[in-house]
């Protein structure tokens, strides 16, 4: 069995305002100028010799530690590779301690925060309506105004 549905209109006797309290979080950008300290280190290409020298002690010392053709071989480009290195190191550490220019600089910083506040928000109506001479409430999401559209279903019961 099927039933038949029509639309009809109500007068709206009530409307209130439904609302509710949120809890907002609003990020807002802080932002602020900071003076930093800029260590500089001029380039000193000039100390080769400790690099050269450590080299080639590294080159003799692995030369040295190395048994058979190629073992003396790998071991002297290994000890090579570390002479280098530490001679590297050392002139730079050298240059880096004597030669640092202390250097300012202003640079901008800047944080989110976030804000925190309650908001009272519409969230929709509550409706009363006299429908047939019988009281109905319903919440809708709107203001339905002075009248309420229904849509009315009827169907026969056996």
């Given at each position: 069995?099927?039933?038949?549905?029509?639309?009809?209109?109500?007068?709206?006797?009530?409307?209130?305002?439904?609302?509710?309290?949120?809890?907002?979080?609003?990020?807002?950008?802080?932002?602020?100028?900071?003076?930093?300290?800029?260590?500089?280190?001029?380039?000193?290409?000039?100390?080769?010799?400790?690099?050269?020298?450590?080299?080639?002690?590294?080159?003799?010392?692995?030369?040295?530690?190395?048994?058979?053709?190629?073992?003396?071989?790998?071991?002297?480009?290994?000890?090579?590779?570390?002479?280098?290195?530490?001679?590297?190191?050392?002139?730079?550490?050298?240059?880096?301690?004597?030669?640092?220019?202390?250097?300012?600089?202003?640079?901008?910083?800047?944080?989110?925060?976030?804000?925190q506040f309650e908001e009272e928000r519409l969230v929709g109506y509550q409706v009363t309506y006299l429908y047939n001479g019988e009281e109905y409430s319903v919440r809708t999401d709107s203001d339905p105004g002075d009248r309420i559209r229904l849509r009315v279903s009827i169907q026969p019961v056996n």
């Open positions: 069995m099927s039933g038949q549905t029509t639309y009809e209109y109500a007068d709206v006797i009530e409307t209130r305002p439904v609302s509710q309290i949120v809890e907002i979080s609003e990020p807002m950008e802080q932002c602020w100028e900071e003076e930093v300290v800029i260590d500089r280190y001029p380039s000193r290409s000039g100390f080769r010799t400790p690099v050269l020298v450590s080299t080639i002690i590294g080159g003799a010392l692995g030369n040295a530690v190395g048994n058979g053709k190629s073992n003396k071989r790998i071991s002297a480009v290994v000890g090579a590779m570390l002479g280098h290195s530490i001679g590297r190191d050392i002139v730079t550490d050298r240059n880096r301690s004597r030669n640092a220019v202390r250097d300012y600089e202003t640079v901008q910083r800047c944080e989110t925060a976030y804000e």
